[in-house]
């Protein structure tokens, strides 16, 4: 019976385990995808190529 019960905590605790990590790992994922694209508008509003407002704009659009 004692076995049972410490089988069903392990279970619950890898169970909980597995849903952190999923989640942690799929917006680590986003953050990472998003970064090339951020350093880009960066360039290009360092370069003058776009103005203030379409940078502004254009970040919270990559932040979502």
Avoid: F, K
Wanted: aromatic share 6%.
């Amino acid at each position: 019976m004692v076995l049972w019960v410490l089988l069903l905590i392990a279970l619950l605790a890898l169970a909980v385990t597995g849903v952190v990590w999923l989640v942690r790992s799929m917006s680590r994922s986003d953050a990472q995808n998003s970064a090339p694209s951020r350093a880009e508008l960066d360039r290009r509003y360092a370069a003058g190529e776009i103005d203030r407002d379409r940078y502004r704009e254009a970040r919270q659009d990559l932040e979502g």
